[in-house]
């Protein structure tokens, strides 16, 4: 069911996608850490968060969760997608970029909140670009960028 706006470029259903693993349980990027900063730039943006969509990092699982949040995006049930960091996503570049493509295709915005990313802007789309292209280098150094 596709959502029916009342102001067309008010945005006003999203959801959150968080990555993360239990052992990775800081201020700042533990998984309750991300849903905090979430819910508190949907607040800031006027959005409601309908769905949280939750994968934890294991050696052998899949991202259901992410397989659904694409599923839902292609059926029209949110508008706008909030995550931590672009690299919650994936770090692979090709899936980032697989993934936004099926999210664009939807008409969904990304937003993230420690990035300050919003692709509903031409300057987001500009940043999306060298973000993932930065995440790209990063992960191909030798220590992982760490």
């Not at 969509?53 to 259901?64: G, H, L, P, V």
């Not at 919003?118 to 760490?146: F, V």
Request: proline share 2%; with cysteine.
């Amino acid at each position: 069911m596709k959502i029916q706006k009342t102001f067309p470029n008010q945005l006003n259903i999203g959801v959150a996608y968080i990555y993360g693993s239990l052992d990775m349980q800081d201020a700042t990027r533990g998984i309750d850490a991300q849903l905090r900063q979430i819910k508190a730039r949907a607040a800031q943006d006027g959005v409601e968060i309908v769905e949280v969509y939750i994968d934890q990092k294991t050696a052998t699982k899949a991202r259901s969760s992410l397989e659904t949040l694409l599923a839902d995006a292609k059926s029209g049930k949110f508008e706008v997608l909030y995550c931590h960091r672009l690299d919650r996503l994936s770090r692979k570049l090709h899936y980032v970029i697989e993934i936004i493509r099926q999210l664009n295709s939807n008409d969904v915005v990304i937003r993230t909140t420690e990035q300050n990313l919003d692709t509903k802007s031409p300057e987001g789309k500009l940043i999306l670009h060298m973000l993932i292209a930065l995440g790209n280098y990063w992960t191909g150094l030798p220590d992982g960028g760490e």
